[in-house]
T-cell receptor
Framework: QQPVQSPQAVILREGEDAVINCSSS?????VHWYRQKHGEAPVFLMI?????EQKGHDKISASFNEKKQQSSLYLTASQLSYSGTYFC????????????FGEGTQLTVNP | DTGVSQDPRHKITKRGQNVTFRCDPI?????LYWYRQTLGQGPEFLTY????????KSRLLSDRFSAERPKGSFSTLEIQRTEQGDSAMYLC???????????FGQGTRLTVV
């Protein structure tokens, strides 16, 4: 089953924070976050493995709550370059490493 | 450039024609995935290979679609008798295994007219 992302879209001013959520109805092995700009390939941001860890680099971090099968992506002090569509891709415990992607969250950062 | 390479980047074809796309993976990656992405949607899984073995095919992959990875290196995706509904971006991704990041190619955008 496809994970559910929320919100579908968010508009920020530069410097503001945002949270994007990803929720699955099945047991997850890992959650992968990607950002895609229009007409380009998805770019890997980070991967979270079963175990409830939190990861981050620069001003983008993420958490994975394995009990709730939920992951959240945190963008702090947003920059114009953060604009794009964010996808979570989930790997189930029996899915053989293929990813099932959500419908995406469109993030727009304005000056 | 040692990333995932896809060819062609764009393809316009008439309905009913056959098309073939190629994906060249990062050399040490044994897993190769094909996804399809339509406007406003996330990538949808089509099929994946571990080395030359095709281990899984999505129900989305009709009989008109076939993929190969003959020597465990590059892969091809062929669509026979194309339909307008096949218009999409076809993405190839490669990786080294479960719970490892996947590297996406730039995609092949197919337009069926």
């Amino acid at each position: 089953q496809q994970p559910v992302q929320s919100p579908q879209a968010v508009i920020l001013r530069e410097g503001e924070d945002a949270v994007i959520n990803c929720s699955s109805s099945k047991a997850l092995y890992s959650v992968h976050w990607y950002r895609q700009k229009h007409g380009e390939a998805p770019v890997f941001l980070m991967i979270l493995l079963k175990g409830g860890e939190q990861k981050g680099h620069d001003k983008i971090s993420a958490s994975f709550n394995e009990k709730k099968q939920q992951s959240s992506l945190y963008l702090t002090a947003s920059q114009l370059s953060y604009s794009g569509t964010y996808f979570c891709g989930t790997e189930g415990e029996t899915s053989g490493s293929r990813l099932t992607f959500g419908e995406g969250t469109q993030l727009t950062v304005n000056p | 450039d040692t990333g995932v390479s896809q060819d062609p980047r764009h393809k316009i074809t008439k309905r009913g024609q056959n098309v073939t796309f190629r994906c060249d993976p990062i050399s040490e990656h044994n897993r190769l995935y094909w996804y399809r992405q339509t406007l406003g949607q996330g990538p949808e899984f089509l099929t994946y290979f571990q080395n030359e073995a095709q281990l899984e095919k999505s129900r989305l992959l009709s009989d008109r679609f076939s993929a190969e990875r003959p020597k465990g290196s590059f892969s091809t995706l062929e669509i026979q008798r194309t339909e307008q509904g096949d218009s999409a971006m076809y993405l190839c991704a490669t990786g080294q295994g479960s719970r490892q990041r996947a590297f996406f190619g730039q995609g092949t955008r197919l337009t069926v007219v």
